[in-house]
């Protein structure tokens, strides 16, 4: 089983920040990576597919990069809206989630 | 608009049975994979068990293997999730995923809000 680290677990951020999450994979992986937003009490919601493709309505200051076993999401200015757990997720062999990384205000 | 509406959740004894289910709409739902994801109180999100558009094909995490069953009605566009031997730490919430129309490589594009099981005595 593929498994995936993510980093930090948690992270305190003002808005405006640039934010990177960092999801390590246990093998190569290629470009089968996917990024969910969660909120509290909340289903998740696709935000990033393919390590780096936009899913349709999400905002434009998410983005995604890397490939093989190392990859980023990056939200380029933190918004009150983006306050939440964020989960990578491999889809190359079977589907395997990442611990999840909470945002938190600074 | 996709929608996935589950039910079937409830508090049950260890090592009884519980069927959940998953209504799809809004989405040609035979066209597509789909999965059951859960999420256990204040933890992460973990893959349970998937199955193919026609229904053929099943797949189930290590966790749940021998004790759970996926199936499909297409004509009535409904998932389910048979379960039983119920453990505690199958206590979670069970959602319904819907899986990407790409060739090979499918991610979650939609989930349905979820359905809580707890197992307790």
């Known amino acids: 089983e593929i498994q995936m680290t993510q980093s930090p677990s948690t992270l305190s951020a003002y808005i405006g920040d640039r934010v990177n999450i960092t999801c390590r994979a246990s093998?190569?992986?290629?470009?089968?990576l996917a990024w969910y937003q969660q909120k509290v009490g909340k289903a998740p919601k696709l935000l990033i597919y393919k390590a780096s493709s936009l899913e349709s309505g999400a905002p434009s200051r998410f983005s995604g990069s890397g490939s093989g076993a190392e990859f980023t999401l990056t939200i380029s200015s933190l918004q009150p809206d983006d306050f939440a757990t964020y989960y990578c997720q491999q889809y190359h062999s079977i589907w395997t989630f990442g611990q999840g990384t909470r945002v938190e205000l600074k | 608009e996709v929608q996935l509406l589950e039910s079937g959740g409830d508090v049950i004894q260890p090592g009884g049975s519980l069927r959940l289910s998953c209504a799809g709409s809004?989405?040609?739902?035979?066209?597509?994979?789909m999965s059951w994801v859960r999420q256990a109180p204040g933890k992460g999100l973990e893959w349970v068990s998937g199955?193919?558009?026609?229904?053929?094909?099943?797949y189930y995490s290590d966790s749940v293997k021998g004790r759970f069953t996926i199936s499909r009605d297409n004509s009535e566009n409904t998932l389910s999730l048979q379960m039983n031997n119920l453990r505690a730490e199958d206590t979670a919430i069970y959602y319904c995923?819907?899986?990407?129309?790409?060739?090979?490589?499918?991610?979650?594009?939609?989930w349905g809000q979820g359905t809580l099981v707890t197992v307790s005595s």
């Open positions: 809004g989405f040609t739902f035979s066209r597509f994979s």
């Open positions: 199955v193919s558009a026609t229904g053929l094909s099943t």
């Open positions: 093998e190569n992986i290629n470009s089968w």
């Open positions: 995923a819907k899986m990407s129309d790409s060739a090979g490589y499918h991610y979650f594009d939609s």
